[in-house]
């Protein structure tokens, strides 16, 4: 209830902004929708309900031991790339430069934490947000702390070098790179009651599905 709490609030708040990007959305259009911040997180939100249909469909058909939940499995999966693919989409979208400017690289730490704000170090917090709190509830083999950093921190080093090499006019700096693995991390502690450990959970690599025209066994 205190999450939903949460949500709600911070829907009411943004609420101004996201339904500025409406008319454009619901238009079909690309430009003003899914090319600006507010777009993207429109069409996200309004996308949870199919994402929740998929992680049910794939709770249904999936086979997995009796004593193990086959909705938390589909829901980590569904949540981790559903939660983290519009944050890198975000992260990757161009600069009015794009393609005319080099790549610009800052590499001193701690040096750009000043001029983010508190909307850039949080948007920076919760980009791997969603990976970091799933990925060790689906795999055991990253229900660690320094290996969530360390996935954390790859995967952001990957989003940085790809923005340098593809010249979006954007800043590769290594702040966002500590930002991201450092909300990886912590959202990965939040749910740390629910991490893969043990003998238990060797099953999650060898998960199957049924083939086609056969039932679920129950």
Request: hydrophobic share 55%.
């Amino acid at each position: 209830m205190v999450v939903l709490a949460v949500v709600a609030g911070g829907l009411f708040v943004l609420r101004r902004m996201l339904l500025m990007a409406a008319p454009q959305c619901l238009g079909g259009h690309w430009h003003g929708c899914l090319d600006t911040d507010n777009g993207v997180v429109l069409v996200t939100l309004a996308g949870v309900p199919v994402a929740g249909l998929v992680a049910w469909l794939l709770a249904r058909v999936r086979r997995v031991p009796a004593d193990v939940s086959a909705w938390r499995l589909s829901l980590a999966e569904v949540g981790m790339v559903y939660g983290t693919v519009p944050m890198v989409w975000l992260t990757m979208m161009p600069g009015p430069a794009a393609g005319l400017v080099d790549g610009r690289v800052s590499l001193v730490p701690l040096r750009d934490l000043a001029t983010m704000g508190t909307l850039g170090i949080a948007g920076n917090l919760v980009i791997f947000a969603a990976l970091g709190f799933f990925a060790p509830t689906r795999f055991a083999a990253l229900a660690t702390a320094p290996r969530i950093l360390a996935l954390g921190a790859g995967c952001s080093l990957m989003v940085e070098i790809g923005q340098y090499v593809l010249r979006l006019d954007r800043v590769s700096s290594v702040d966002d790179v500590l930002l991201n693995a450092a909300g990886a991390l912590l959202a990965g502690l939040a749910s740390r009651h629910w991490w893969r450990t043990g003998r238990r959970d060797r099953f999650a690599s060898e998960v199957t599905y049924p083939r086609a025209g056969e039932h679920r066994q129950r």
